[in-house]
């Protein structure tokens, strides 16, 4: 079992940054490759970056590149999305999870999700 807590949320103005974390705790964190998701109000669930276990390995959402980066400590059971250049659109509830499997954009193959942080982009 692994829990997730997401931190980092708030109200930003377009063009700023926030840097989201994720805490884990339970087992072994650094075996699990994480991911982060978001969904804003009447949409469907999106993926936005995913990161392998080891950290040499990243995935992102085509509209998030060159302006998110994905990174982890395992040291401190925490992974992070760095987000900069926000636009409006990048608004809604943010989640992390995590997979045992391969890293993947694929929601249905992660096992545990948190329960998510809400980042509002002012324009």
């Known amino acids: 079992q692994v829990q997730l807590v997401e931190s980092g949320g708030g109200l930003v103005q377009a063009g700023g940054s926030l840097r989201l974390s994720c805490a884990a705790s339970?087992?072994?964190?650094?075996?699990?490759?994480m991911g982060w998701f978001r969904q804003a109000p009447g949409k469907e669930r999106e993926f936005v970056a995913a990161?392998?276990?080891?950290?040499?390995?990243?995935l992102y959402k085509d509209s998030v590149k060159g302006r998110f980066t994905i990174s982890r400590d395992n040291d401190k059971n925490t992974v992070y999305l760095q987000m900069s250049s926000l636009i409006p659109e990048d608004a809604a509830v943010y989640s992390c999870?995590?997979?045992?499997?391969?890293?993947?954009?694929?929601?249905?193959?992660?096992?545990?999700w948190g329960q998510g942080t809400q980042v509002t982009v002012s324009s």
């Open positions: 999870a995590a997979a045992s499997r391969g890293i993947t954009r694929l929601p249905r193959s992660y096992d545990y």
């Open positions: 339970g087992r072994s964190f650094s075996t699990y490759n």
């Open positions: 990161i392998n276990w080891t950290g040499g390995s990243t």
